[in-house]
């Protein structure tokens, strides 16, 4: 069955350094990638997307994600965090339907905090 | 309209009450999905449309949930005898199609069963 596993379920970092949050996928297929970020009181925003080609996406707000077949993985990235990111991550994998549409199945999410 | 609207924001209904919960879309989005927030976790699909029709309803619990889109446009998910489980944010989202172009979400609706 598809699935989506995200190890860590809180991550700490200070202001200015850099951050990777961790996604692992289960899919027999080749998949559809995305990160979405939902800030307390609001909707889920979506960050990127892979669908293919160049492995390294690049997103909104400086976020970046790297798509590695052999791992399974497609961590998301940040090379200097602001306190504005502190938020809930969620990694997501877009599963396809014989009708060539598709639905989105999300990981358990990643609560980054930004410490000053 | 501007972007994904959910109604209403807040409902607190007794354990056996019937509820429904309105999912209006983006204007023109043909793909509407359903989504479950329970607290700690992350969205767990219910089901989704593609028109009028539901594309894919594995995801309903049981038959207790039941969502309807009769004219391809708003949507609205149906519980039946709630049961405190059921408490969670109900999430919605459009997308133009359901071919991989990008996923609105509203801010949902947060039940409540008590």
């Known amino acids: 069955a598809q699935s989506v596993t995200q190890p860590d379920i809180h991550i700490t970092v200070s202001e200015g350094a850099s951050l990777e949050l961790r996604c692992n996928y289960s899919?027999?297929?080749?998949?559809?990638l995305f990160w979405y970020v939902q800030s307390p009181g609001q909707g889920l925003q979506l960050l990127l997307k892979?669908?293919?080609?160049?492995?390294l996406v690049q997103g909104i707000k400086g976020f970046e994600a790297e798509f590695k077949r052999s791992q399974s993985s497609f961590n998301l990235r940040k090379p200097s965090v602001h306190w504005s990111d502190a938020a809930e991550y969620f990694c997501?994998?877009?599963?396809?339907?014989?009708?060539?549409?598709?639905?989105?199945?999300f990981g358990a999410g990643t609560r980054l905090f930004v410490k000053a | 309209g501007a972007g994904v609207s959910q109604t209403p924001s807040n409902k607190v209904t007794e354990k056996g009450k019937y509820v429904e919960l309105r999912c209006d879309p983006i204007s023109g989005h043909t793909a509407l999905y359903w989504y479950r927030q329970s607290l700690g976790q992350g969205p767990e699909f219910l089901i989704y449309f593609q028109g009028t029709g539901a594309a894919d309803d594995s995801g309903l619990p049981n038959d207790r949930f039941f969502a309807v889109r009769p004219e391809g446009s708003v949507s609205t998910l149906k519980i039946q005898r709630t049961e405190r489980g059921d408490s969670a944010v109900y999430l919605c989202?459009?997308?133009?199609?359901?071919?991989?172009?990008?996923?609105?979400f509203g801010e949902g609706s947060w039940l409540t069963v008590v």
């Open positions: 997501a994998v877009g599963v396809l339907r014989n009708t060539g549409g598709f639905k989105t199945i």
């Open positions: 989202a459009s997308s133009l199609t359901d071919r991989g172009n990008t996923i609105y």
């Open positions: 892979y669908f293919s080609g160049d492995t």
């Open positions: 899919y027999g297929a080749t998949p559809y």
